[in-house]
């Protein structure tokens, strides 16, 4: 019994100017994956960041060492702090769920400019101003992305309000007074 002869497999030539554009295409759509993975990161993050006691280091994944934010609810400069800002406005609300849509990323080598849709519920404190009520919001962020060595990260971002339904956040509990109590996760 003889094995059926093996095909030798076709050779194709790519024109070299061919290969360059396929290989920028590749470099484009990756950085796109990879800019919008870093949103939907950050977004989920927004509402889940404590989720295991306050952590002062998810910001490193997520920013530059100087970042600039502003939201409707205060600014915040450089990762030093930063996590604590952003728990310290989540905490005046029992619950966040946000959700982001319509991703606008326009690249430039190494950096990016972003603008997404973002809608958001917050759930009052049952001592809040609306007990159990939502706070509803809608608008959009934008900002500038940059590659550095560990992946992209945002070095600029900003939440512009467009809308919004229900009372407003209250003021709330120092940072280290949530959670702390609750186990870290096992890795």
């Not at 094995?3 to 100017?17: F, H, K, R």
Request: proline share 7%.
């Amino acid at each position: 019994m003889t094995a059926p002869p093996l095909e030798q497999p076709a050779t194709v030539t790519v024109p070299e100017a061919e290969l360059a554009a396929l290989r920028a295409q590749v470099r484009t759509l990756t950085d796109r994956a990879e800019l919008t993975e870093l949103i939907d990161r950050y977004i989920t993050l927004l509402d889940t960041q404590d989720e295991h006691g306050f952590d002062d280091t998810w910001t490193r994944g997520v920013f530059t060492d100087d970042c600039r934010l502003e939201f409707p609810v205060g600014r915040a400069s450089g990762l030093d702090g930063l996590a604590a800002f952003h728990l310290e406005k989540k905490s005046r609300f029992a619950r966040t769920h946000h959700l982001a849509s319509t991703y606008g990323i326009h690249l430039d080598g190494d950096t990016a400019r972003i603008r997404i849709h973002l809608v958001a519920s917050h759930i009052h404190h049952e001592d809040g101003p609306d007990p159990s009520g939502r706070f509803d919001i809608g608008g959009y962020s934008e900002g500038e992305a940059v590659r550095t060595p560990d992946g992209w990260r945002l070095r600029r971002w900003r939440f512009h309000l467009v809308w919004s339904a229900g009372a407003g956040p209250r003021p709330g509990p120092e940072p280290r007074a949530l959670r702390n109590s609750q186990p870290r996760p096992r890795t």
